[in-house]
């Protein structure tokens, strides 16, 4: 058994450990991919987790030993849309800057506007006319998010393919609240500091409370650098 301890930078929702991290956190720890991981509960910040292997997976608990998140082996069958031009992804990252509400009080680790370079990722995703249900960023990432071999190491790159998914539900009314459940995820080659980079979401389906995304992260040249689906649930509606 291992210990993880999430720092509060790498946040999604207050108090909570940002989802795309955290799967990316144990994904590594798996060591095998494609990864699926399921979270269960909300992952604390600043606090130790206790990690075991169980079989080919992982499972992380809390201080009272209850799950809150499992990783295994998986398949990921999953053919993204073409992505949009830099151009095209540059005016949508502009659309959220630019547009009057920020998610997660701009603090979410991934896409939060209240992070300075080098701090978030600030992967900042907005529509793209004509593409309904299509999210799409221009993301850079910062030299700081180098692993030891000079690329961008893989749990950003795990991070990143998280709020996109998030945002093609939200494109066209007010941002809703949701929390990501499930992510299976798999990176397909090295990603350079401060490469343009593409990153958008998708819409794969919607039932009751579920909702189902892909992400990917292409390079300006149109190369697949990392593809994901989510499973993302909306709250339960509040009583009258």
């Known amino acids: 058994m291992t210990t993880a301890r999430i720092p509060a930078r790498f946040r999604g929702p207050a ?16 060591g095998q991919a494609p990864a699926e991981v399921t979270l269960r509960r909300g992952w604390p ?3 130790p987790v206790d990690i075991r292997r169980e079989g080919e997976g992982l499972s992380a608990l809390d201080a009272t030993g209850a799950v809150i998140a499992e990783a295994r082996p998986a398949t990921l069958d ?3 849309p073409a992505p949009p031009s830099l151009a095209e992804a540059a005016a949508a990252t502009r659309w959220f800057l630019d547009s009057p509400y920020s998610h997660s ?3 979410c680790f ?56 998030h945002f093609a539900f939200t494109l ?3 941002p809703q609240r949701m929390l990501l459940g499930r992510m299976t995820g798999q990176l397909l080659g090295p990603v350079a500091v401060a490469e343009p980079l593409i990153v958008i979401g998708w819409q794969l389906g919607r039932e009751g409370r579920k909702c189902a995304a892909g992400t990917a992260i ?14 993302w649930i909306t709250p339960p509606p509040v009583a009258a």
């Open 15 to 30: 108090g909570l450990g940002n989802g795309g991290y955290v799967a990316g956190l144990l994904a590594g720890l798996l």
């Open 45 to 47: 910040l600043e606090t």
């Open 78 to 80: 999953l053919q993204p």
């Open 105 to 107: 009080d701009g603090q």
């Open 110 to 165: 991934v896409c939060g506007s209240a992070w300075p370079e080098g701090q978030g990722l600030r992967v900042f995703t907005g529509p793209v006319p004509g593409r309904p249900g299509l999210s799409a960023a221009l993301w850079r990432p910062h030299p700081v998010f180098a692993g030891a071999d000079g690329q961008v190491a893989p749990i950003y790159l795990w991070s990143a393919l998280d709020c996109a998914g």
């Open 172 to 174: 066209e009314d007010k």
């Open 218 to 231: 292409f390079t300006a040249a149109g190369a697949l650098r990392g593809l994901a689906s989510a499973l």
